[in-house]
């Protein structure tokens, strides 16, 4: 159920695993950002981007995780105007043209079909300066994450993303241990 992926994405299991404040320092400074979540989730970095400084949106195809980013933007963050809510169609990034400065999108590239054309939109959303960060699992049996014939190794994430256009990439295989941290431009 939701309920229980929301208690998941949110255990003390996933921090040991995701280390968030190593990927958030990784990132650099945040403040003053407008940040695209994608596949939000429970909000876990969409919350951890908003207390950095970020303008996020929120963006989720699933309307259960939707209502519970809102429920706790209201209840823990006095409903913080630097954080929007955004349903996303499952084949488009529902950006504006130039409309963000990061596109962050974790544990979530294996979900997204027709990866090509869905990352030229998600280009065409970030200003000329803007990047893209994809984090995933290394494509292999972990103690976490998906089956590994789910999860996609960072070269073909690279070579999707070339397709789609990007040509500047950086690729992290040592800050987490489970995950691949692509930085793409």
Same mark, same amino acid.
């Given at each position: 159920s939701t309920q229980e992926l929301i208690q998941?994405?949110?255990?003390?299991?996933?921090?040991?695993? @995701?280390?968030?404040? *190593? +990927? $958030?320092?990784?990132?650099?400074?945040?403040?003053?950002?407008?940040i695209l979540d994608i596949g939000a989730g429970s909000g876990y970095?969409?919350?951890?981007?908003?207390?950095?400084?970020?303008?996020?949106?929120?963006?989720?195809?699933?309307?259960?995780?939707?209502?519970?980013?809102?429920?706790?933007k209201e209840t823990e963050f006095d409903n913080n105007p630097n954080l929007e809510l955004r349903k996303l169609p499952f084949d488009s990034p529902a950006l504006q043209a @130039?409309?963000?400065? *990061? +596109? $962050?999108?974790?544990?979530?590239?294996?979900?997204?079909?027709?990866r090509v054309a869905y990352f030229s939109q998600v280009l065409?959303?970030?200003?000329?300066?803007?990047?893209?960060?994809?984090?995933?699992f290394f494509k292999k049996e972990l103690p976490v994450g998906p089956p590994v014939d789910h999860k996609i190794d960072q070269e073909m994430?690279?070579?999707?993303?070339?397709?789609?256009?990007?040509?500047?990439?950086?690729?992290n295989t040592d800050l987490l241990e489970y995950q691949y941290i692509i930085r793409a431009k």
């Open positions: 998941r994405f949110d255990s003390p299991e996933r921090d040991a695993y @995701q280390q968030p404040t *190593k +990927v $958030l320092e990784y990132l650099g400074n945040l403040k003053g950002l407008k970095f969409s919350f951890k981007l908003l207390n950095a400084g970020a303008t996020v949106i929120a963006g989720d195809v699933n309307d259960e995780f939707l209502a519970h980013i809102k429920h706790k @130039q409309e963000v400065d *990061k +596109v $962050l999108i974790v544990n979530t590239y294996h979900h997204i079909e027709n065409k959303g970030l200003k000329p300066s803007g990047e893209l960060v994809i984090i995933d994430v690279k070579k999707e993303l070339t397709e789609a256009g990007f040509t500047n990439f950086e690729i």
